[in-house]
């Protein structure tokens, strides 16, 4: 899952980052709300986090700017504590949900979590397919309610984004934006390599190849 943190308070941004990395997303940071939607207008983001505050553009200027060109990025606005009429601002615009400002980080991951359920149509804390279950809480997984081990912070975002797909075709590329940060720049075999290990922890059969086109997640396909 590839998530964009517009904030500009630089300290709270970098243990956000932290905190959200740990729970298995690939985040961007934008610090001024130029940038931010730029960001958010290029690159495709399962989640933004957005403060309303911020220089260049406020935070409503850049969700409505999005709204209006048919940029439906689910969206969170970070608020100012009681500051009730920024909430009605913030729907207006387009928002998704919000949080006021101080928060605890396992609201604002709550929050996050609850949104992407809704509209993956989810209720369990759990991903389901082809005798796969993903936990997401613990970053687990399981064979046909055996429980397997471990995935590694890569190999988890990228096993879910394939869960959340079933059945489709994702390139490479698409794969790639979806699991790394815009500003690392990983080999350009990573996802083959990733793709390899779940397979050899996870059974072969359950990522299928197309060749030229990309991979199929799912026992059927
Ligand atoms: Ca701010």
């Known amino acids: ?11 709270l941004s970098r243990s956000l980052k932290t905190d959200l990395e740990r729970a298995g997303f690939a985040v961007d940071w934008a610090a001024d709300g130029e940038v931010g939607e730029f960001l958010g207008a ?31 990025v689910p969206v969170i606005v970070l608020t100012a504590r009681d500051a009730w009429h920024e909430k009605v601002d913030g729907f207006k615009a387009g928002a998704d949900d919000y949080l006021g400002k101080p928060f605890h980080i396992e609201e604002l991951l709550a929050r996050i979590q609850a949104l992407l359920k809704r509209l993956h149509g989810r209720m369990q804390p759990q991903l389901s397919g082809s005798g796969i279950t993903l936990d997401e809480d613990t970053q687990t997984v399981s064979v046909d309610g055996e429980l397997s081990t471990q995935l590694t912070a890569i190999e988890f975002r990228l096993l879910r984004y394939f869960m959340l797909h079933p059945g489709k075709v994702l ?13 690392s720049d990983p080999a350009s075999n990573v996802i083959e390599v990733y793709i390899n290990r779940l397979r050899r922890k996870l059974g072969n059969d359950l990522i299928a190849t197309r060749r030229g086109q990309g991979y199929v997640f799912g026992k059927s396909a």
């Open 1 to 11: 899952m590839r998530l964009l943190l517009v904030e500009d308070d630089v300290g």
């Open 171 to 183: 390139t490479k590329t698409h794969l790639l934006e979806h699991v790394y940060e815009s500003d």
């Open 42 to 72: 290029t690159e495709h983001y399962d989640i933004v986090v957005l403060d309303l505050g911020l220089p260049k553009m406020s935070g409503l200027e850049v969700l409505k700017t999005w709204r209006q060109t048919d940029n439906h």
